[in-house]
């Protein structure tokens, strides 16, 4: 098989997410798939193995949800990616889609009780909200009326439904009302709005809502805290104030979820870009590992016979839903091709020790021509999972180095929190204290060095090629922040609190930060041939803002090559997919032989 015919193979083979169950009829669940070319929602009976699929739209469906009882999906309509729109339903078996009763907006959590009601967030113009959603059961069916939603809390700063006990009697929101959206504070409350309890732990230590304990009548809830200076887990009920803390002496950071019965927590582990999974005893506190291969676990759930069922890959080996019983859940079709495992490297860093992975090309002698590729977020991190895009640069014959840079996450809140002040030059630090060591090792060629990123590893790629201009061969930046101020301006709410939160305010009362952070400030210092992806109805990254920075380069004389699609932050569509990655490595490699 030639090269591109291998990446390409690992696109159009069929992925699936893991399924999620419907908390009291488990043998009914939701996922989403590309079987189809286009990731879509599907339904899966369990008891008989039937699956159907969902949704079928030109730019695909990203979010979903199953009520308790499995009854009804849930999925939310948007417009050719712009994420704005409004959720629908749909029974299990099949159906008309019925949109809910409430105004459209952006996407700010959702959760579904036994009696068919439903805490939804959503943010507008107008600040945020969150909204109770009536239901009824009536002769087994949730039916649900034309009844006006209730809107139980509101506020200018973001909101996130966390979750909703499964009677339907509390609902969990993450709230910033203190103004910081990166370190939420935790309110639960009656369906009527009325508030039961709250946690906030003070500057800088988020406390993060998780899921109630799945148990008609159990108010107690789990929580994520930074009480030590990373993430781990609490269990908490908001009525009688009672907290109990899960400390775990482990490395790295940790998320969690209940056993059916309430009884245990499956513990999550990440350290380094793998993850283990533990069980946590509550009554007795034994913790107990529960065997998985070395990878990475993208999601995990307890089934109600006690095994786990997870999703894992490597970076060498192609995603699998696999069981703690040593079975295969699902498999959505053919196998992709495997691509090679990674190289862990630890660099010393303006900031401390720096982690990175480098994958390197077969049948290929070093220095290699080299691109860095850059991760999203900033509150992200590069791990061990199988990447389709990143296999396929290694294919071309190029090695791909991956920073977990200051503001990724997976460090301990001290790494994840350090951008304040100096936004996108201190990870543009981190990054070049890695390229030095990949040159000084012999890994990569300095003059065949290309830097690529998507979201805010877009916005650092614009603003390396302004602030570094000799230091790489090309630029390609997909669906980038060029200008923070302007993306401001036209960005989703839930984008805007963001920026305030890392930049201190907004543009106004910020001006210098916003300017000294954006990549048009120094566009007249950009001499690389550069590529940029945008997205026409990008929310996130709007495309305003990327129309005046190529504007700006052009004033300049230097005329970017620009690569635009009918879709949002991104795409669904798996051959729209490969033909960005098609573009991207053929910009590069055209680049780079241009220097020759």
């Known amino acids: 098989m030639k090269a591109e015919e291998r990446w390409q193979a690992r696109f159009r083979a069929p ?132 009844e006006d939603p209730v809107t139980i809390y509101r ?37 009527g709005g009325q508030i039961v309890g709250e946690l906030h732990d003070g500057p800088g230590k988020g406390v993060t809502g998780v899921r109630f304990a799945p148990v008609l009548g159990d108010r107690r809830l789990l929580v ?101 019983n040593g079975h295969v859940v699902m498999s959505p079709g053919r196998t992709p091709p495997p691509s090679v495992p990674l190289e862990d490297i630890d660099v010393d860093g303006p900031g401390g020790r720096i982690h990175a992975l480098v994958s390197r090309p077969e049948r290929v002698a070093p220095p290699y021509p080299t691109v860095f590729l850059l991760h999203g977020g900033p509150a992200s991190q590069d791990d061990d999972s199988f990447l389709p895009h990143v296999a396929a640069w290694v294919d071309s014959g190029f090695a791909v180095i991956r ?63 302004g602030t570094q201009p000799k230091s790489w061969a090309a630029g390609i930046a997909a669906v980038p922040i060029a200008d923070h101020a302007a993306a401001y301006e036209d960005a989703a709410e839930g984008l805007r609190a963001a920026h305030r939160a890392l930049l201190g305010g907004t543009p106004l009362e910020q001006p210098e930060r916003y300017a000294a952070s954006s990549p048009i400030t120094y566009a007249d210092m950009v001499q690389a041939p550069l590529l940029i992806l945008a997205g026409e109805n990008d929310p996130r990254c709007p495309i305003r803002q990327i129309e005046s920075y190529l504007q700006a380069l052009a004033d300049r004389g230097h005329e970017a090559s620009v690569y635009r699609y009918d879709a949002g932050h991104g795409t669904l569509v798996i051959e729209e997919r490969i033909r960005q990655v098609a573009a991207s490595i053929d910009f590069a490699v055209r680049a780079l032989a241009e220097r020759e």
């Open 155 to 191: 506020h200018d700063e973001s909101v996130h439904v966390a979750d909703m006990s499964l009677d339907g009697s509390l609902v969990a929101i993450n709230h910033s009302e203190h103004g910081d959206a990166f370190h939420p504070s935790l309110r639960v409350l009656r369906a």
């Open 224 to 324: 994520l805290h930074e009480r030590r200076g990373r993430r781990a887990p609490l269990v908490w009920d908001p009525v009688t104030g009672e907290q109990r803390e899960i400390w775990l002496r482990v490395p790295g950071e940790t998320t969690a979820d209940w056993y059916g019965d309430g009884r245990a927590l499956l513990i999550m582990h990440n350290h380094r870009g793998r993850t283990e999974l533990l069980k946590y005893d509550l009554a007795g506190g034994g913790l107990t590992p529960i065997e998985s291969p070395h990878g990475v676990i993208d999601a995990a759930a307890p089934r109600p016979d006690g095994t786990v069922e997870y999703s894992w890959s490597s970076a060498a080996h192609p995603p699998v839903i696999r069981s703690s």
């Open 403 to 465: 920073v977990n840079y200051r503001g990724s996450a997976g460090y301990g809140s001290a790494w994840r929190d350090a951008l304040h002040g100096d936004v996108g030059h201190i990870e543009l630090a981190d990054v070049s204290a890695v390229r030095d060591w990949a040159i000084d090792q012999g890994v990569a060629d300095p003059a065949r060095l290309i830097l690529a990123g998507a979201s805010w590893g877009g916005y650092l790629t614009l603003l390396a090629l």
């Open 15 to 146: 992925r699936m997410t893991l399924p999620t169950w419907a908390r009291q009829a488990p043998h009914r669940a939701v996922y989403r798939s590309n079987a189809s070319g286009t990731w879509e929602i599907y339904a899966w009976d369990r008891s008989t193995g039937s699956t159907r699929q969902v949704t079928d739209r030109p730019n695909g469906t990203s979010r979903c949800a199953i009520d308790p009882q499995g009854k009804s999906i849930w999925w939310f309509a948007d417009t050719d990616g712009d994420e704005f729109g409004v959720w629908m339903r749909q029974p299990f078996y099949g159906g008309p889609d019925v949109p809910v009763n409430m105004p459209p907006g952006h996407p700010c959590g959702l959760a579904l009780a036994s009696n068919g009601a439903a805490a939804v967030g959503r943010s507008f113009r107008g600040g945020f909200e969150v909204l109770l959603v009536q239901g009824d059961l009536v002769h087994g069916d949730l039916v649900h009326g034309d």
